[in-house]
Each structure stands twice: as structure tokens, then as C-alpha cells.
């Protein structure tokens, strides 16, 4: 089998949490760890950034969106920038490498990890004309957990340039991609928006 691709992952954890009371979601804790400890368990070959005011682990990259709390396009480009300055970094150091794809995900997805890796799994085999692959869930495409091409994504924040990130949604962003839409058999999809969420996410993983 051809060997992964590596893919770098920026992780947003910069939502207010209103419907969970104002909770740092990233911080809520799920079957003994946070919601940003289960995410950051996928590994997916690259460098990780977390976007948004919250509390990392040792040796994981931070930054926020300008201006904080400007939505999830700007959480976005904020950890596109990041990566970059990361890869001017480890280019000085004698690491040229840069992954050819990006993952972005919502920090309030218990399944993200076990997702992004399947979805790791189908880039070998992708042909040029696909810029990004995620699951449909419940009716909807998976924008905000989802593989995309990051020649692709980079290209369409310029197309947004005129607009501004900040409030942006994310259709308007990354709609107008060639997507890939898989459906994934065995993995648990969804976030936690409410308490009644999280509950049913505590009874699935205790099931």
C-alpha cells in the first residue's frame, strides 16, 4: 500500500460555548479527557496548531484569530499563518517539508481523531481534481472536520481577500471547493453544542 500522507491539522477552539453555559469548550472533560485531548490524539503525520484562548499541551503550538472570537474563517487563517511561520521555522533549521494537505477541525468533535484518520487513509488514491475530502453527517457536509488540499484552501482565502475573514462563513469560504463527501461506517460523528450532548456522547462512550 502506498505510504499516508502527511497532513498538518489546525484545531479551533476559539467558539464562546454559549449553549454550554460560556464553557471553554476545549477544556469540558469526556470519558476522563477534554475535548482538545481527544482531538489532539489523531495523528496525522504533520504539525498541529490550536487556534483560540484556551490552555495546550507541552510542545503544541497556540495562537488566535485577529480579532479574537472573529469566527471560524478567521480561526482558520490564523492557523493556515501559523503553520506557515512554523514551516519558516523548521525551513531555517534544515526541514523543508511541508505537508500538500491540512486538516481542520472544531475542538468540540469527540470523534474527531478516529474520522481525520480515515480520512487520512482515502488522500493516497485522490486524483488532482479533489480539494477536500470530509464525512456527511446527518444531511450536512463536515466543513469544520474535514482533509482539504492546502494549495486549494490557501487559494481560497484569497478569493476572500476583499471581503475580510472576520465574520466570513464558511460556506462562502470553502463551498466553491471540489469535494469529495465520504460516508464512514463505524465512526461516532457529531459535536457537543448543549449538556444533553454531552450526555450522549458519556452514554455512547459508556456503551
Known sequence: MPALPPVDLVVLAGGRGTRMGGRDKASIELGGRTLLERVLTADLGGRVVVVGETAVPDGVRRTVED???????????????ALSWSQRSSSAAGDPSR??????????QPGAAQV?????????????????????????VQWLL?????????????????VGETGA???????????????????????????????RWSSALDG
Open 146 to 162: 474535514a482533509v482539504y488540499r492546502r494549495a486549494a484552501l490557501d487559494a481560497a482565502r484569497a478569493r476572500l481577500a476583499g
Open 67 to 81: 480579532p479574537p472570537g472573529g469566527g471560524p474563517v478567521a480561526g482558520i487563517g490564523a492557523g493556515l499563518d
Open 99 to 108: 505537508p500538500d494537505w491540512v486538516a481542520v477541525c472544531a475542538v468540540d
Open 169 to 199: 462563513s464558511v460556506r462562502s469560504l470553502v463551498a466553491p471547493l471540489r469535494w469529495q463527501e465520504l460516508e464512514l461506517d463505524g465512526v461516532h460523528l457529531g459535536d457537543v453544542d448543549t449538556p444533553a450532548d454531552l450526555e
Open 116 to 140: 481525520l484518520a480515515a480520512l487520512r487513509h482515502t488522500l493516497a488514491g485522490l486524483g488532482e481534481e479533489i480539494d477536500a475530502v470530509c464525512p456527511r453527517h446527518d444531511g450536512r
